[in-house]
Nanobody, 120 residues
Framework: VRLVESGGDFVQPGGSLRLSCVGS????????ISWVRQTPDKRLQWVAS????????RYRDSVRDRFSISRDNAKNTLYLQMDRMKYEDTGLYLC??????????????WGRGTQVTVSS
């Protein structure tokens, strides 16, 4: 299993970024996938998840009206569109499968992450 994130960058408050996660080594279209961020103090925060077919999505309350998770199973790719970004969105963004509540990297499969920094 391999998950590779990209798209992280520095962005000003109110700005936008689009993250991508490419999966390989498993049947991408069969997996429920999540975005999780690791905050500067190393806490893991679940951000969003999407059903294997994209029919349902779930969001952390603090990002619900600003972020959008989507996937393209033909390209084995997961996306996270982040708009109206805030300082507290800063962190290392990782995609993960089979992670349960995604509170520990010891459960499931994780990518290495892509860094997002919101700063003026």
């Amino acid at each position: 299993v391999r998950l590779v994130e990209s798209g992280g960058d520095f962005v000003q408050p109110g700005g936008s970024l689009r993250l991508s996660c490419v999966g390989s080594g498993f049947v991408f279209g069969s997996q429920y996938i999540s975005w999780v961020r690791q905050t500067p103090d190393k806490r893991l925060q679940w951000v969003a998840s999407i059903w294997h077919d994209g029919s349902q999505v779930r969001y952390r309350d603090s990002v619900r009206d600003r972020f959008s998770i989507s996937r393209d199973n033909a390209k084995n790719t997961l996306y996270l569109q982040m708009d109206r970004m805030k300082y507290e969105d800063t962190g290392l963004y990782l995609c993960a499968i089979e992670c349960g509540t995604c509170e520990s990297k010891d459960v499931g499969h994780w990518g290495r992450g892509t860094q997002v920094t919101v700063s003026s």
